[in-house]
């Protein structure tokens, strides 16, 4: 396999001397220029698995807290990168108690001069296209999906340009984002109560909004509706849905239910008391496999590895793979260096297993100034059956 590698590079190398395309990424055009399954057909799909609960996909489950719609994944193709409402994951459905007959009111309150409260029709002139963001739950748990995660294209209102609606009466004071969450029934699963509190400057710096669209409609009930908070790179548990509340509190506040609920999922030290000591519940750079092509080329069984990498702040193209422990990771074949980190990208590696048998395919970010702390928890490692070679 390495060997394959060095190889493809240095064919590479010398492409790139005879057409003169330097600065272009290697990888694309190796992939481009050289595709492996050219003129091959594919002939199905290997399951990949994790262990896991075998829940059925794209439809609900449960109800209130523990309600849950899980995405299927394995079919993403650059066509589908955006989720259509109807199949994006559900963390939570629309609480049973929240009355929409009444108009909806956002309260601006806490240490500032004068609170205020807002209509729909006063945030109504801010709301502008806010571009694909992906959520994913921090309890993003199940290997055998790993499907509480979408990506939508939003609309909304800056969260800056709700704040300057009310003067803050303490500069060092955090913000309190709070959303309907009384349900009729007990939780199996969740604790009640979703706030989140965030430092100074913190949700403006991540270009966080109040999202009133999803994908071209209203956001619908059970996303929020009709206000609800996004953090682009941040673990869903932090976008509150159904935000009637925003309040600046004192620097030294205690952390909310949510906070401590999600602590250990978001990489917190223990679970501490107060939400200052909480480092920002940030998605690291993350990749997993959602399918495994099995093709045949010029009359011989070749692989294709799909998968989606996300995450991170930086983008970057610096994904390496592998197939059995104690084997050297090697780059990806296909992975383009996306433009932002809001949403995933789809990248491919083309594989030719040298024996049938069981595989847990790794990935890493080949890059050691990247953080990716899922990743080297060996988190969303995922396994397939080979049977023919
Ligand atoms: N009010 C409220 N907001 C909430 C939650 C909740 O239980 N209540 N769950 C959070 C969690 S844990 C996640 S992952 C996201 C899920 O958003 P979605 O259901 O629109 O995908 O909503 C977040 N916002
Ligand atoms: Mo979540």
């Not at 709700?162 to 060092?172: A, I, K």
Request: hydrophobic residues 40%.
């Amino acid at each position: 396999m390495a060997g394959t590698v060095t190889t493809s590079r240095r064919e590479f190398l010398q492409g790139l001397l005879a057409v003169g395309l330097a600065g272009v990424s290697p990888r694309v055009v190796t992939a481009q220029a050289r595709d492996p399954f050219a003129g091959g057909i594919m002939a199905g799909t290997r399951p990949l698995f994790g262990r896991g609960p075998d829940n059925p996909l794209e439809t609900m489950i449960g109800s209130g807290l523990d309600a849950r719609l899980i995405t299927d994944l394995s079919t993403l193709t650059p066509d589908t990168l955006i989720t259509p409402n109807e199949r994006f994951y559900v963390r939570t459905g629309c609480p049973d108690l929240l009355d929409l007959s009444r108009p909806w009111a956002l309260r601006l309150g806490g240490a500032v001069k004068r609170p205020v409260t807002l209509t729909l029709g006063q945030l109504a002139p801010d709301v502008a296209e806010m571009g694909a963001h992906l959520l994913e739950c921090a309890g993003n748990s199940n290997p055998r999906y790993f499907g509480l995660m979408s990506a939508a294209r939003w609309s909304g209102v800056p969260i800056a340009r709700v704040l300057e609606r009310v003067q803050p009466t303490d500069r060092r004071g955090r913000l309190l984002v709070s959303g309907f969450d009384r349900h009729s029934q007990p939780s199996r699963t969740s604790t009640p109560g979703a706030s989140w509190i965030f430092g100074a400057g913190e949700l403006e710096r991540a270009g966080a909004f109040l999202a009133t669209g999803m994908n071209g409609v209203p956001l619908p009930r059970d996303h929020g509706f009709p206000l609800r908070l996004i953090v682009p790179r941040w673990y869903g548990c932090a976008c509150i849905k159904w935000v009637n509340a925003i309040d600046i509190v004192a620097d030294g506040a205690a952390a909310t239910s949510q906070m401590k609920e999600f602590a250990a999922r978001t990489f917190q030290r223990d679970r501490p008391d107060l939400a200052r000591d909480y480092t920002p519940a940030v998605i690291d750079h993350a990749a997993m496999p959602i399918r495994v092509e099995q093709w045949v080329v010029d009359g011989r069984v070749l692989y294709r590895v799909v998968g989606i990498l996300w995450g991170g702040e930086q983008p970057t193209d610096a994904l390496a793979i592998r197939f059995r422990s104690g084997e050297p990771y090697v780059r990806v074949d296909a992975c383009t260096k996306p433009a932002s980190t809001t949403t995933w990208t789809l990248w491919w590696h083309a594989w030719r297993p040298p024996s049938p048998g069981r595989y847990d395919i790794v990935l890493k970010i080949d890059d050691p100034n990247i953080r990716s702390r899922r990743l080297d928890l060996y988190y969303y490692v995922r396994s397939v059956d080979i049977e023919q070679i």
